[in-house]
């Protein structure tokens, strides 16, 4: 019994390793050819780098503009984070404690919307965004996501909130605290969980996004991290050193992110999952 | 100020859900309503006139676009292979991992890691390991079945696709299952074992029945979302060789910013791939949430 449990236990190691091996195979690949010159990789991509050649790194951060780049990507993400966060939670909270028919209809026109394909509205957002003089600006690209990102966010919201008592907003109102101050000091604090879901599941997704970029931004210098990777594949198509030290570079931070806050990201996505 | 909001509760509701409902107005509602609106018109992206063509888009993507049908079951091809395999071994994985004491959190951190890449990027990974690393390992190495027109025809590239889709998406459902199996009690299980239940068995009708929950939810999300693949295909094949890889959103893409900017006829499409997620994936909740209440 002993002995064959062991063997068991060997046999889902090896497995394990196995797939182990299937997952970080084409990262670690990408990261080994980006160190070397396209000469080596014609010889063989598979072995060791001799040496670690940095100059497709130079030349994606200084040719390429990779670091404009991504201070483009930053600025998209953070103002669409920021703005996804402040008016879920103002709208969440509120439809979540006030009950009545009004409340309900505004509820259910953030929840049905969420099913729909951005192909389906892809076209006459992008007619709407010329309007507005969006522009792929990244300033202003950050208004688009917010408003396709609040209904799961103010579902997110709306759930979280039911959890948390009614005593302390009471009676700091009745303290002659205003509803906009009770929110600010009192309520937000006390949904900090949530938003640290919303807020790393939005960060994957804005900063990982491709089709949104790819459709509203024209300008080179507005160009995110994806984006630029995407242009650089076309150019220099077979130059595969450039291209995977590009690949490698915008990967970086969300890589970093997720080894500092993975416990947070794997309990987001699978709450997130849960109540969506 | 708040003497008003306070004797009205529906004017601060409309002030504290203002903002929200301002950009979800302007860029999902009205983008939403515009698109069935356009679905029926002749829009095009040269012109700024259109005209009204009724349900001709419609009839026409399906009577006289062979391309789009062929996409849209492909599509449909892609989604019963991808849901099954990412289901199956998004579980698989969270039991393997849950298996294990010390190493439980290494693997976890291990397999998950696809995730955080954006989809195109890692796409372009694979389309270097598919257009040069595999060729050259089946060459130098032993692994001589490495050698395949991975991107080169059709049926392997169907494989290729495949194989990125799994490698992406089977740690994001192992999450959510390795949630499901930890809620699973323990004492259940234990119960099972004394009464001589192999660990097949135990899985089979204790841990399957009381993760019927995940299971639904784990379903809901690969169904609606690959239904709408499309960095994979564009990156790693651009719907060739042909159109043989094209998938609806693909097709959809094509139709408005590659061909003849016919954005009227690419919306109707997209809302026929609306209308096909609308009906499966509420029918599949439906089902499924009627089984998890007789569980």
């Not at chain 1, 919307?113 to 522009?135: A, V, W």
């Not at chain 1, 205003?178 to 919303?198: A, D, K, Y």
Request: hydrophobic letters at 55%.
């Amino acid at each position: 019994m002993r002995k064959s449990r062991l063997f068991f236990s060997l046999v889902i190691l090896l497995l394990l390793i196995a797939i182990t091996v299937f997952f970080l195979f084409p990262i670690l690949l990408a990261i080994m050819n980006s160190f070397k010159t396209q000469g080596e990789m014609f010889k063989s991509v598979i072995e060791w780098p001799k040496t670690l050649h940095w100059d497709n790194y130079k030349y994606v951060l200084t040719e390429a503009h990779l670091p404009r780049s991504l201070y483009n990507t930053f600025v998209i993400t953070f103002l669409s984070i920021v703005g996804i966060v402040v008016c879920s939670a103002l709208a969440g909270y509120k439809l979540s404690r006030t009950p009545g028919k009004l409340s309900s209809a505004i509820f259910f026109l953030f929840l049905a919307s969420m099913l729909i394909p951005f192909y389906s509205i892809m076209f006459s957002l992008i007619q709407i965004s010329t309007k507005l003089h969006i522009d792929g600006s990244i300033y202003r690209l950050p208004l688009v996501y917010i408003g396709l990102g609040v209904n799961f966010a103010v579902f997110l919201y709306h759930g979280f909130v039911k959890s948390v008592p009614r005593e302390l907003e009471e009676s700091a109102q009745m303290d002659g605290c205003g509803q906009l101050q009770t929110f600010v000091r009192i309520i937000f604090p006390l949904l900090i969980p949530i938003t640290m879901t919303i807020v790393i599941l939005d960060i994957l997704w804005v900063w990982n996004d491709f089709m949104l970029p790819l459709i509203m931004i024209t300008n080179y210098k507005s160009y995110t991290l994806v984006l630029l990777a995407s242009t650089f594949f076309s150019q220099y198509s077979n130059e595969w050193s450039y291209i995977l030290s590009i690949l490698i570079l915008a990967s970086l931070p969300v890589i970093l992110i997720y080894l500092i806050f993975q416990r947070y990201i794997v309990k987001g996505i699978a709450d997130g999952a849960v109540k969506g | 100020m708040y003497r008003t909001l306070r004797a009205k509760p529906w004017l601060s509701l409309l002030a504290f859900t203002a903002p929200a409902l301002l950009f979800y107005a302007v860029f999902l509602l009205i983008p939403t309503i515009g698109g069935i609106f356009y679905s029926f018109t002749d829009w095009n992206g040269l012109f700024r006139n259109y005209h009204f063509v009724g349900f001709g888009n419609y009839v026409e993507a399906f009577t006289s676009d062979s391309r789009f049908v062929y996409s849209l079951f492909y599509t449909l091809k892609y989604v019963v292979a991808i849901v099954i395999l990412q289901n199956v071994i998004g579980l698989l994985l969270a039991v393997l991992v849950e298996s294990r004491m010390r190493t439980k959190s290494l693997f976890r951190t291990l397999f998950f890691l696809p995730n955080m890449f954006s989809v195109y990027i890692s796409t372009l990974m694979w389309t270097f390991i598919f257009s040069t690393v595999l060729p050259q390992l089946a060459e130098k190495t032993f692994l001589h079945f490495l050698d395949q027109p991975w991107l080169g025809s059709s049926s392997m590239a169907f494989v290729s696709i495949l194989l990125v889709s799994v490698w992406q998406g089977a740690g994001y459902l192992m999450v959510i299952y390795i949630a499901a199996l930890q809620g699973v009690p323990q004492d259940l299980q234990e119960a099972a074992t004394i009464d001589g239940a192999t660990p097949f068995r135990r899985f089979i009708h204790i841990v399957l029945p009381m993760i019927m929950p995940a299971i639904t939810v784990c379903l809901f999300l690969t169904l609606n979302g690959s239904f709408k693949i499309f960095e994979v295909v564009y990156a790693l094949t651009g719907g060739g060789p042909g159109y043989s890889t094209e998938v609806i959103a693909f097709n959809i893409y094509q139709e408005g910013f590659a061909r003849d900017l016919r954005y009227g006829y690419a919306t109707a499409k997209a809302m026929i791939l609306f209308v096909i997620i609308l009906i499966i994936t509420v029918t599949q909740v439906s089902v499924l949430k009627k089984r998890e209440v007789e569980a």
